[in-house]
Nanobody, 124 residues
Framework: QVQLAESGGGLVQAGGSLRLSCAAS????????MAWFRQAPGKEREIVAV????????YYEDSVKGRFTISRDNAKNTVYLQMTSLRPEDTAVYYC?????????????????WGQGTQVTVSS
């Protein structure tokens, strides 16, 4: 069983920045990938960014391209989401997720494990 623990959420003014962290309790191997999702009230959970555990390619949802950066620290089994130029529409609960074996493109990420979520609120 893999456990994921997010941290770094909070309240920030529009235009500000936050850095989210997600630490996995166990090792990841081979074709594993980690991702960030978000869910605003009354809306379905949507993918934000995906990063394979190995390799340099990342996937970003269109609205966050150029503003958010996903990265990893393999030694710490941790993935980060650096969020800049935040907008009120970025307000949501942000979840990290692990796909144990990614098959296909990064956009085909399917979560096998979820974190509990961390609230990000961007004020106008």
């Amino acid at each position: 069983q893999v456990q994921l623990a997010e941290s770094g959420g909070g309240l920030v003014q529009a235009g500000g920045s936050l850095r989210l962290s997600c630490a996995a309790s166990g090792r990841t191997f081979g074709r594993s990938a980690m991702a960030w999702f978000r869910q605003a009230p009354g809306k379905e959970r949507e993918i934000v960014a995906v990063l394979a555990w190995y390799g340099d390619s990342a996937y970003y949802e269109d609205s966050v391209k150029g503003r958010f950066t996903i990265s990893r620290d393999n030694a710490k089994n941790t993935v980060y989401l650096q969020m800049t130029s935040l907008r009120p529409e970025d307000t949501a609960v942000y979840y990290c997720a692990l796909d144990w074996e990614l098959v296909g493109t990064l956009a085909m990420f399917k979560a096998d494990y979820w974190g509990q979520g961390t609230q990000v609120t961007v004020s106008s």
